[in-house]
């Protein structure tokens, strides 16, 4: 029978707390649940061009193969769910990558614990996550009860809600795992119907469809049939948690990660067509929504110029959209695609 130590469980589930984290719970590192629902869900090709999630498999069931002598996943969470005091972007830019990074922010947490649990255990080793290596962290979060997985395919953390940010800490210390808690999306089903390009059915999330993977994961020319879908969509997509009634009376996240309303530099759409890859750079500089590389970021802003007919600033689009043909030859189609859109009457 495996020997748990009690005290020091509470003891580190106490200094996450301090450390700046929302929700904590202790996962163990072996067999990870849902396992088989993953291998499923990638032999649909679900995952689309992101090949990184099919490789390591055998790590991302397994936490203690990605961290030899592991025995606990320390789990944790913060919240992002926007405050109505909190200045709306001009540009759509999904919640998570309006404030800083994430990923260097949550990191320095994550790092900031681990001293602390060393200087209270001084056997203590592990390392930490966050989106940095081939971990299951939503089913992890699960078992460790933090919440549930939603039909959004999102962790829905009670008191939460689906505005949350995942990282992990897998660790040599013998911690008493929790139980997954109760709770589940029953009958709802409002994220399926408000999904604008069908990506989410009982199946899973089919990234190949979903505006978030295409407008971040997705490099090159995007498929017609999705194009309208997409709506106005520069980084990310939120419309499967707006609609979430679990984020109804969600508390304002941590204020670092949501930001000030200046996501993109406060750049209108009109602005962003006309950027140059330098203004790109200095507009991005330590946010998550850098991820979206330049020429695609151009890309989805042509995209929602599109989608704009009948904006107030339609005309001044079209213009921003022929200024930028004649300097991307690349982005032809899908300008005159654009172009075509708002000419309609």
């Known amino acids: 029978m495996a020997h748990f130590d009690d005290d020091l469980a509470l003891h580190v589930k106490a200094l996450a707390i301090e450390a700046g984290f929302a929700r904590v719970g202790i996962a163990p590192a072996g067999d990870v649940p849902d396992g088989r629902r993953f291998v499923e869900w990638l032999q649909r090709g679900f995952h689309a061009s992101m090949g990184y999630l099919a490789r390591n498999v055998g790590k991302r069931l397994r936490p203690d193969r990605l961290v030899p002598g592991s025995r ?17 972007p001009q540009v759509s830019v999904a919640r998570y990558a309006r404030g800083r ?6 990191r320095r947490r994550c790092q900031r614990l681990m001293d602390r649990i060393r200087a209270a255990e001084p056997g203590f080793g592990g390392r930490a996550f966050v989106d940095s290596a081939p971990v299951l962290e939503r089913s992890l979060a699960r078992a460790a009860g933090l919440g549930w997985i939603g039909r959004n395919c999102c962790l829905i953390a009670p008191g939460l809600g689906s505005y949350v940010l995942l990282c992990e800490i897998v660790c040599n210390l013998p911690l008493r795992p929790d139980g997954p808690v109760e709770g589940g999306c029953r009958d709802c089903g409002a994220c399926v119907r408000a999904c604008p390009t069908g990506a989410l059915s009982e199946a899973g999330l089919d990234a190949r469809r979903c505006v978030s993977y295409l407008t971040v994961e997705h490099a090159g020319r995007i498929e017609p049939a999705l194009r309208p879908g997409m709506g106005t969509c520069l980084v990310g997509c939120d419309r499967c948690q707006v609609v979430c009634p679990q984020n109804a009376d969600a508390p304002p996240g941590d204020g670092e990660l949501r930001g000030d309303g200046s996501a993109l530099g406060g750049a209108s759409l009109g602005g962003v067509l006309g950027w140059t890859e330098d203004q790109w750079d200095a507009a991005t500089r330590g946010s998550a929504a850098r991820r979206v590389r330049y020429a695609e970021l151009l890309r989805n802003a042509v995209l929602a110029a599109g989608n704009s007919a009948g904006a107030p600033e339609a005309p001044a689009l079209a213009g921003a959209l022929g200024d930028l043909r004649s ?3 690349d982005l032809h189609d899908t300008i005159d695609w654009a172009m075509g859109r708002l000419a309609r009457p």
Request: net charge negative; glycine share 4%.
């Open 72 to 88: 606990s996943v320390i789990c944790l969470a913060v919240g992002y769910a926007p405050s109505p005091e909190d200045p709306a």
């Open 101 to 106: 990074d994430y990923h260097k922010l949550l």
């Open 327 to 329: 300097r991307r030859e």
